[in-house]
């Protein structure tokens, strides 16, 4: 049965408008913006609805709220393919309380490749391959192959390769910024198997990585000539595809089950949730989950040393003309925080005007400035902070010595950035925890002091960690040690367009 069909457009114009099923489709829009629906916040999720349910069970609710042409048994079905056994744990997204504190840890690691891109990479797949069901897009249209584009910071690219590899009637090329992401995150990339899958270095950093990327889906040509030549339409992995970005409101709906079953708060409460973020997918989550009615008080933004997304919300003026700065959480290494203009539309009162008028000053010049009211209405939810390269690691021992609990370098953000900022001590907090330390063992390990670490390669940096803290590395990164990788491509930022076209073709065949 289907419930409705919400009507998608750019965030740049309220025409041609689609279903959510062609937003999905299509990724991003073709004036480069990004697809919202007009319809987000008009119903409610009734949150006493979650005690007892399972995950499995609170995400078909909601993403029937968000994706409602998607019939149920369709998302029930992508639901049960999602979130089964490939997670090491039965909640999906378990809860972790610090010490005897009222502050939380969301643990969004236990994953197929422990980050929290997880979430959303493992339901896109089965998203994408029912968008070409019951007539939603041309009997042509539907049996063109999907190239699922995808630039990463370290960890979409993983997830997303894991999530597309050997789906019928989808190819899959990510792109990522050669050096850039940690030793780990690269094997786990380039030693993924899968007939239609593909991996290439860039010379350049994330943000050069996601504009080239962005040029590509914009580039009208060229996306022509696939179609024609190679009988390939592209679709986006990253959190810019809505169906990328909506599985993620559903956490924060289940952290807060968990906290009214522990008795933490009752229902209605309100709750603080502290998300270490760099392009605003998944702090934009919890912004979708507030607009459905999930009681949330303030949403912390958790930035590095690249605090662009800081300094905007502080002063209203985004800038990305600034020095970009390699860091221990280089998943956030980012100066171009693609969702702000997701939040920026509802904040705007959905001024799809305004929206382009401030993209094309970004492009243009580097930078754009909000209005004071638009300001003042974001800082009555969002709070921020930031960590510096002494603050992450000092906030990975400090977690370690108070809590016994081991961090990574992103989420050490985060917890840096809230154990920092004043709060009310009567409303719990919620830190989200996007990745395993074991990801990034070599910064874990030199954080809590272990001896000989310059000594050690990552993988025995992994064993000195599990060793000392009494936790376990999780087999699908310490079995990276022996894999020789498949993919060694690097190419410089203008050859993007035509390694697209060679892949697609190739795929093709």
């Not at 007892?52 to 709220?65: C, D, F, G, N, P």
């Not at 809860?95 to 994953?111: C, K, M, P």
């Not at 992401?181 to 290439?200: A, F, H, I």
Request: charged content about 20%; proline content about 4%.
């Amino acid at each position: 049965m289907v419930t409705d069909t919400a009507i998608f457009h750019s965030t740049r114009s309220t025409t041609p408008i689609c279903t959510a099923k062609q937003a999905i489709r299509q990724g991003i829009a073709k004036d480069g913006g990004l697809f919202v629906t007009d319809t987000l916040g008009s119903k409610h999720y009734d949150i006493s609805k979650l005690l007892e349910k399972s995950y499995q069970e609170i995400a078909t609710e909601i993403l029937q709220l968000l994706l409602p042409d998607y019939s149920t048994q369709e998302l029930a079905d992508c639901v049960q393919l999602a979130y089964g056994n490939q997670w090491s744990d039965a909640a999906i997204t378990p809860l972790q309380q610090l010490g005897n504190t009222r502050d939380f840890v969301l643990e969004l690691f236990h994953g197929p490749t422990c980050a929290f891109k997880d979430v959303a990479l493992q339901i896109l797949p089965q998203l994408m391959s029912r968008t070409q069901t019951q007539g939603e897009k041309t009997t042509s249209d539907s049996e063109k192959n999907v190239m699922i584009l995808t630039a990463t910071s370290g960890d979409t690219g993983k997830a997303a390769l894991a999530g597309f590899a050997d789906v019928p009637g989808t190819s899959m090329l990510t792109f990522y910024p050669e050096g850039k992401v940690s030793r780990v995150q690269e094997l786990q990339m380039t030693t993924q198997l899968g007939n239609n899958v593909q991996v290439c270095a860039v010379r350049g950093n994330f943000d050069d990585t996601q504009t080239g990327v962005k040029q590509i889906f914009t580039n009208s040509e060229l996306t022509k000539n696939l179609e024609d030549s190679a009988n390939t339409t592209l679709s986006s992995a990253n959190s810019i595809n809505v169906g990328r970005l909506v599985p993620q409101v559903v956490y924060y709906f289940v952290a807060y089950k968990q906290l009214v079953e522990r008795e933490v708060i009752q229902l209605g409460d309100e709750v603080e949730f502290c998300v270490p973020t760099g392009n605003f997918g998944d702090i934009l989550a919890g912004y979708y989950a507030k607009m459905l009615g999930l009681p949330v008080k303030h949403l912390i933004v958790a930035s590095n040393s690249n605090n662009v997304l800081f300094d905007f919300l502080v002063s209203g003026t985004y800038n990305r003309q600034r020095p970009f700065h390699h860091t221990v959480a280089p998943s956030m290494d980012i100066l171009v925080s693609s969702n702000l203009e997701r939040m920026l539309y509802y904040m705007c009162d959905k001024d799809t005007r305004l929206i382009q008028m401030l993209m094309n000053d970004l492009q243009q010049w580097g930078a754009f400035e909000i209005p004071e009211n638009v300001l003042a209405k974001i800082r009555s939810l969002f709070g921020c902070g930031w960590a510096n390269e002494d603050q992450i690691r000092e906030a990975i021992d400090d977690c370690w010595n108070q809590y016994q609990y081991v961090i990574d370098p992103h989420t050490a953000c985060g917890y840096f950035v809230m154990q920092h900022m004043p709060h009310d001590e009567n409303v719990p907090r919620v830190l989200l925890s996007t990745a395993s330390p074991y990801k990034f063992p070599r910064v874990v390990a030199e954080a809590l002091h272990l001896e000989h670490v310059q000594d050690m390669d990552d993988f025995q940096c992994m064993d000195a960690l599990s060793k000392v803290t009494g936790t376990k590395s999780p087999s699908m990164l310490r079995n990276l040690e022996h894999k020789i990788p498949r993919f060694t491509d690097v190419i410089d930022i203008a050859e993007m367009p035509s390694y697209v076209q060679q892949q697609a073709h190739h795929f093709a065949k």
